[in-house]
């Protein structure tokens, strides 16, 4: 025991936490700067406006008036828009308010401020592959020597997998 009439501070705990749970407290700043608390607006704009509005459009951020959302006022929402579909955005904006706060659970979103600036089109997803039945007994024959059945089966998946996908390119790819 030591002489030290001062109280010592607990001692600290090392714990392993996941990279998920510190996250929050390091981009949380980052999001709230610009008036997102989550990323639901941002990810799920297709959903929310449409998919021909969203290749036209993407959400900037929002900001609250003086005294947060505790005013009564409601936030305004500055989304990019291409020139040319300004307009119809304009004209659209009650709609999309709805759809908005409809998605956010409550009424936070009162105004759309639109900037004009080029905006890139969200990347479709790629069509599926279909696997011919010539991929897949090529990619058989070629995984025919591995004696795990799992390991065969899976490799063979693959194979069949690149076989189609060079097909789609035009390499070729029969063995």
Not at 36 to 58: C, E, K, N, Q, Y
Not at 81 to 107: H, S
Not at 131 to 144: G, K, N, V
């Amino acid at each position: 025991m030591s002489n030290d009439p001062r109280p010592q501070p607990p001692a600290f705990k090392r714990r392993l936490r996941p990279l998920g749970a510190l996250t929050p407290d390091v981009v949380g700043p980052v999001f709230s700067r610009r008036g997102f608390a989550g990323t639901d607006l941002a990810v799920h704009w297709p959903d929310i406006v449409g998919a021909g509005v969203a290749r036209h459009s993407r959400p900037l951020d929002i900001k609250w008036p003086k005294g947060g959302a505790e005013s009564g006022l409601g936030a305004s929402l500055t989304v990019a828009c291409t020139g040319a579909f300004a307009l119809d955005l304009q004209q659209m904006g009650p709609v999309i308010l709805e759809r908005i706060n409809r998605r956010l659970g409550w009424r936070c979103v009162t105004r759309l401020v639109i900037r004009q600036m080029p905006v890139k089109p969200p990347q479709a997803k790629p069509a599926r592959l279909t696997l011919l039945p010539e991929d897949i007994a090529s990619a058989s024959r070629i995984a025919a020597g591995i004696e795990a059945d799992k390991l065969r089966d899976a490799v063979a998946r693959l194979g069949a997998g690149v076989l189609a996908r060079q097909r789609r390119r035009g390499l070729g790819g029969t063995a």
